[in-house]
C-alpha cells in the first residue's frame, strides 16, 4: 500500500503547497487585519491557537484513521470532528463569559477563516491527487 503526504512540500508545484498550507497563509494574513482593525491581539492569539490545535488533531486523527478497519477510521473521524467543534466552541464560550466577549468575537473570526480556508485547501488538494491517481498518461478525459 502506497501512502501520499497530506501536506506536500514546495517541490511538489506551487498550487499543491498553497492549497495544503491555506489555513496557515490566512491564520497569518489575519494577524495585521486584527491590528488594523482595532481588535485585542489576544484574541487572534486565541483563535489562531485554537487553529493549530484543531489542525493538528485532525492530522493525529488521519494518521490513525488511515492505519484502521474503513467503519473504525469513519467512526474515529466522525466523533473527532464533532469533539474538536464542542471543544473550540466550549473554550470560546468560556472566554466570553469571563467577560473577555471582544477576544471570544475576534478569536472565533480567526479560527473559522483559518479552519475555512484549510478545509478549502484540503479539498482542492483531494481532488488534485484524485485526479492524478485516475488519469493515467495517454488517456483522454471529458474536460
Not at 473577555?100 to 488534485?128: C, E, K, N, Q
Amino acid at each position: 500500500m502506497t501512502t501520499t503526504a497530506v501536506y506536500p512540500s514546495p517541490r511538489e508545484g506551487a498550487l499543491p503547497f498553497v492549497a495544503a498550507t491555506l489555513g496557515v497563509i490566512v491564520a497569518l494574513v489575519a494577524l495585521p487585519v486584527v491590528l488594523l482593525a482595532g481588535g485585542p491581539v489576544a484574541g487572534w492569539l486565541l483563535g489562531a491557537g485554537l487553529w493549530v490545535a484543531n489542525w493538528l488533531a485532525q492530522l493525529a486523527t488521519n494518521r490513525f484513521a488511515s492505519t484502521a478497519k474503513p467503519t473504525t477510521a469513519v467512526g474515529v473521524t466522525g466523533i473527532s470532528l464533532m469533539a474538536r467543534a464542542w471543544i473550540v466552541a466550549i473554550a470560546l464560550f468560556l472566554v466570553a463569559v469571563n467577560g473577555h466577549r471582544t477576544v471570544a468575537l475576534v478569536a472565533a473570526f480567526v479560527f473559522l477563516a483559518a479552519f475555512t480556508f484549510d478545509l478549502a485547501g484540503r479539498a482542492l488538494l483531494y481532488g488534485m491527487q484524485a485526479d492524478r491517481t485516475h488519469t493515467s498518461p495517454g488517456s483522454t478525459t471529458d474536460s
